[in-house]
């Protein structure tokens, strides 16, 4: 009889799937417009298994870096930010260019949401960063992890193309300008 509900609970635990689940993306500098971007099973299975195969806190930083590029790939898909490129000057006048503002907040809600479905195991996910220009005024901003060894790392998707992943540094580099040229 033990046999029995030993094998039911594993048949059970392989047909459990993730739902769809929808997040909001910001776009149009300041989070002027919001697309609500639903992600299927499928897609967050594949991130699932892409951030399950980390072996450590480090691969599951450069991981992450990829699952952030295609989050906002399949996004891209459904909406104008498809058009969005790397920094704020390449896109242009398009429909659908993101500031630092709409990646930094929508970069967060993404991780967000695979920290809340269980995808991350050596990052928590914190608050959004401002990095200072002249120590004065806030020039650029970025979502931010912390690994379990207490280390912060940016996740910038600002600097890239849509569905290109995002560039991952730690915090105190990327707030001493770190970062790719765009």
């Not at 689940?21 to 892409?50: D, K, P």
């Not at 990829?66 to 498809?82: K, P, T």
Request: charged share 25%; aromatic share 10%.
């Amino acid at each position: 009889m033990l046999r029995r509900a030993g094998i039911f609970a594993l048949f059970w635990l392989s047909t459990v799937s993730v739902a769809d689940e929808t997040v909001s993306i910001c776009y149009g500098y300041g989070c002027i417009a919001q697309a609500e971007i639903r992600y299927s099973t499928g897609q967050l299975g594949e991130v699932r298994r892409l951030l399950a195969g980390a072996a450590d806190a480090a691969d599951e930083r450069q991981r992450l870096a990829e699952a952030v590029g295609r989050l906002y790939g399949w996004a891209g898909e459904q909406s104008d930010i498809r058009n969005d490129r790397g920094g704020n000057y390449a896109d242009g006048h398009v429909p659908g260019k993101m500031d630092c503002i709409d990646h930094s907040t929508s970069t967060t809600r993404l991780l967000g949401r695979l920290e809340a479905l269980g995808y991350l195991r050596w990052h928590k996910v914190l608050a959004v960063q401002p990095r200072y220009f002249l120590g004065l005024v806030a020039s650029h901003w970025s979502a931010v992890i912390e690994a379990d060894d207490g280390e912060r790392f940016v996740v910038d998707s600002w600097f890239v193309n849509n569905g290109e992943p995002a560039v991952i540094l730690p915090l105190d580099e990327w707030k001493k300008g770190a970062g790719p040229d765009v």
